[in-house]
């Protein structure tokens, strides 16, 4: 977690997270240093990660939860991408109006940035979310998480996750089979 635009964090923290497909998500804080207040927010992050999880369909993005528009395509490397508009078609705290990157022959989701649907707390008044998806162990799994939020009588933070286990498997290149 870091105030404002600091460079060095005022707390680390290290979670371990399990998910059993189709909906079993768990968490384990390993180590937690600095503020307190940076552990109490990870804890309530990752409280409706697994809240999230038990929800099963009505978070995912699927035509169920969102309207889709084509913005562009980009390149990502080798790998073209499609951008879209994703418009959640409910005020949901677990939605997010953005955008998404997909990869063009996968459709593998390869980013996705936005603001929630509707904010996920009292005291946050703007929250800006990206999360970045690769390839681990033959699972599209999200490996990095950044935050920028605006905290009610505190101000800005951000916070930044990243997926530490194993970092030489990872792959955003998709994966083609001959």
Request: aromatic share 10%; proline share 7%.
């Amino acid at each position: 977690m870091f105030p404002g635009y600091d460079k060095q964090p005022t707390s680390e923290v290290m979670a371990q997270i399990n998910f059993v497909p189709p909906d079993i998500k768990t968490y384990k804080i390993t180590q937690a240093r600095g503020n307190s207040r940076g552990e109490k927010i990870v804890r309530e992050l990752l409280d409706r990660e697994t809240e999230s999880a038990k929800r099963g369909h009505g978070s995912e993005i699927s035509r169920m939860n969102y309207d889709f528009v084509f913005l562009r395509q980009e390149d990502f490397g080798v790998a073209p991408e499609y951008v879209l508009g994703i418009i959640p078609k409910r005020k949901d705290k677990y939605l997010l109006r953005g955008q998404i990157w997909v990869d063009a022959s996968t459709f593998h989701i390869r980013r996705i940035e936005g603001v929630p649907a509707k904010s996920p707390s009292f005291w946050i008044k703007g929250i800006h979310i990206t999360l970045q998806y690769a390839q681990l162990n033959g699972m599209w799994i999200p490996v990095s998480f950044d935050a920028i939020a605006t905290v009610r009588l505190l101000g800005q933070y951000s916070l930044a996750g990243l997926n530490i286990r194993a970092p030489h498997q990872l792959s955003t290149a998709p994966k083609h089979e001959p």
